[in-house]
């Protein structure tokens, strides 16, 4: 294998790549720089001065990864195009709009509308995870896998004679609001290119920045100023927008989101390619519905809208991200001069772009200008940065290449100091060869004994000549039922390849998306697994839903950003459980829901009217996450909710305000904290035994049975002192009465069972007896107080019967059920 790196070695921008494997020339990518100070094209020369471009994959759809491509597949008229469906129609986005800003910028365009749409024309679309051969002359076999970052972004699986390559393409495992994260199996190259963006970094936590976004915004907004998020068009502000929408949802932001710029017609394309998006947005989408806007996010349709809305408090999302061109130019322009407003930074910035100097500037505190193509705005507006990044980080990376193993690792789409650093991580990982290229640099490498490939069975064909539509789409469903399985997650193509004789891949999608004999792969939506002969039938009389039917609408309608942490049913009175973290505000917030949900399915609402504790401490350490939290207890009763902490917080009453409309609860923070039980111990009237000598009988008691007092305390009350035993749960330590009534008589001592519970010794054991029962758990167990049970998120499927066996042994073993 040979490779010539055009672009995007030692640097982030103009990703181009060539690789020679087995005779072939294949071109990776091929992007631009962003920077105006540098030549924006990668090395072309190099590329004809080796043979040219037999085929060019695409990773993904951002500027410096497809920029070029216009240029180079003019050059090469032969060279077919290959990438993901949304990645076709993303770039169409963008070429087009690349287009107008030459134009308008009166420069000499690097390449023609027709360039653009004679390169389009080229283009062969695959779904992530299916196998194809670019070549007939040649056993060369590609696959793209979905590799996050952006809707259609892909990571490329090249194999031939010479050995295996692997390509990430940006990349992050981190599930985003819009799409899943990467889905990289484990294969086996021998040879990797890894982006390396942020290789010397590790993210900040995705939920607290978004938290602190969220209230940033709030604060600014409440104290009448704006906010301006520069965004890049293509992911991020897709991203923020339903960042936005949930926290207006939710109450914790009151403001109009005005979305600005190229930003409306991604948004466009996003709800265009539903199959590269999450599951909750997918089916919305399905059913007709909007994912990005409403009544209170809005596009602007029109640039004289732009000087009303900054007359009021607002947001505005906008690109470009890096206020390098685009309206979000002139919305800094008019903010940047008022201190009560916000520009804020949600992306990478090029050293050289406006946003990283005037967060650079406002930072230092020192030469506060926004600097804005050949004017200097001074700054008075805050800056923040934001951590939203959708690059991996160097844990990611590390993982990734330890679950690769590569005997050769080519680090590439960085800068050379986080190149160099984790490089050496790297190395002290695994025994690997890493490479750090520079532009223009050429590297062969012969694999002597190419690592051999998982192969797997190809899929029976039916051989239809008929074409698949409505009328016979149940002919396909039982063969690929019967002699697939329903566990297989097929591909359009797949799916294609199976009937026959499929050739326009779009509409069999569009068949796969309406039809009630498939259905998507809940995190891979672009593959498709054949339904279960019980979710097909369809009850004859008219009446209620079926309840999986009901329960699977449960998860369209209540997403667990709503609370909902656990639904069921009782069947013989068609009534829906619904377990939220905090019911009262859901009962408020949602009512319109849940009369909707009502009135769809046949079937009565019920909320189950306990807390769940576990989520009070979420709230509490996201509103509170600079302050050390030694103690949290909930009285139910009072629905109050008491903490003790170290440190000092400057705004308790906002803190009590936001907890209280998350939760409905309120909030008592370093206040007196009264008992909910307070233990009445009266003298047993005998002669105590010497404390030590009472609390080896207990010991000794116990020694033998099944439970044993994890702790014993001497305590007083009423001015009496009195034994305490501390059982795993009070439920397990009552069922030993007769015992400790035996101990009473013994000891002379008042001995009482305590009413804690040993949470962490419960999520062990829980742990330890789904293990043993052969049951895989997604996370760790929950314990939940407030009814002694145990919440499991189960990963597959698990007969009831072998449910309850298990939630019989915890009672037996702890004193709570499974919920």
Known sequence: MKFYFCGGASEVGASCYLVNIDGKNILLDCGIRMSSGKDNLPDFQLIQENGGVDVILISHAHMDHIGALPIISRIYPDAKIYMTHAAK???????????????????????????????????????????????????????????????????????????????????????????????????????????????????????????????????????????????????????????????????????????????????????????????????????????????????????????????????????????TGGPSQWYAEKLAGDEKNLIAITGYQDEESPGKKAFGAYEKDDDKKLKLADKEIPIKCAVDKFGLSAHADMSEILSLANILHPKKVFLIHGDPDTINFLGKEIQKDIKTDVYVPQNGDVQEIDIQNPRKQLKRKPYPSMKMEEALNEGNIEKLWRFVFDRIGADAALSVEDIGGIWGCIEDTDALKDLLNNSVYFQPDKKMMFLYHPVSEEELK??????????????????????????????????????????????????????????????????????????????????????????????????????????????????????????????????????????????????????????????????????????????????????????????????????????????IKKTGWTIVVGSGCNQIEVINIAKRVFGEMGVKLKKNPSVYLDDMTVGISIDGDVDDELIKKISDKLYDMTGLRLR
């Open 89 to 323: 129609d993303l770039t169409r986005v963008l070429l087009y709009d690349s287009l107008k800003i030459m134009e308008r910028e009166a420069e000499i365009p690097a390449y023609a509308e027709i360039h653009v749409r004679e390169m389009l024309n080229r283009i062969i679309c695959h779904t992530p995870g299916h196998t194809f051969s670019p070549f007939l002359d040649s056993d060369l076999k590609v696959t793209f896998y979905s590799a996050g970052h952006i809707a259609g972004a892909a990571s490329i699986y090249i194999v031939g004679n010479e050995g295996s390559f692997f390509y990430s393409g940006d990349f992050s495992r981190f599930r985003q609001n819009t799409i899943e994260g990467a889905s990289i199996p484990k294969l086996r190259p021998d040879v990797a290119f890894f982006e390396s963006t942020y290789g010397d970094k590790l993210h900040a936590n995705r939920e607290v920045e978004e938290s602190r976004l969220v209230e940033k915004i709030g604060s600014v907004v409440k104290n009448g100023g704006k906010v301006l998020i520069p965004a890049f068009a293509l992911g991020r502000a897709q991203e923020i927008i339903l960042i936005l929408k949930k926290a207006i949802n939710k109450g914790m932001i009151d403001t109009k989101v005005y979305v600005d710029g190229m930003v409306k017609d991604i948004c466009r394309i996003y709800k265009l390619n539903p199959n590269y998006l999450r599951q909750n947005l997918a089916k919305k989408i399905f059913k007709g519905g909007e994912i990005f806007f409403d009544d209170n996010v809005m596009p602007v349709d029109r640039p004289e809208m732009r000087e009303d809305i900054i007359k009021e408090p607002c947001v505005i999302v906008s690109s470009s991200g890096m206020l």
């Open 538 to 743: 369809i009850e004859e009389d008219e009446g209620p839903m079926e309840v999986n039917k009901m329960l699977s609408l449960v998860d369209e309608y209540f997403s667990r950003e709503t609370g909902l942490y656990k639904k069921g049913a009782r069947f013989d009175e068609k009534i829906a459980l619904l377990y939220f973290d905090f019911p009262d505000i859901a009962k408020d917030r949602y009512s319109h829901l849940f009369k909707e949900f009502e009135e769809r399915t046949g079937w009565k609402v019920e909320i189950n009217d306990n807390i769940n504790t576990s989520a009070i401490n979420d709230v509490i350490y996201k509103l509170m996450p600079n302050v050390s939290i030694n103690k949290v207890s909930y009285k139910g009763a009072d629905k109050l909710v008491s903490v003790k902490i170290d440190g000092e917080i400057g705004n308790i009453e906002e803190v009590k305000d936001k907890f209280y409309n998350e939760t409905g609860l309120k909030l008592n923070i370093n206040g007196k904290d009264v008992s909910v039980d307070t233990i009445r111990v009266v003298d047993t009237g005998a002669d105590k035994l010497e404390q030590n000598e009472a609390l080896k009988i207990i010991d000794e008691a116990f020694k033998d049975l099944l439970h044993k007092p994890y702790k014993k305390s001497i305590k007083t009350a009423n001015g009496i002192k009195y034994i305490e035993l501390s059982f795993i749960s009070k439920v397990v330590g009552e069922r030993y009465k007769e015992k400790i009534d035996e101990l």
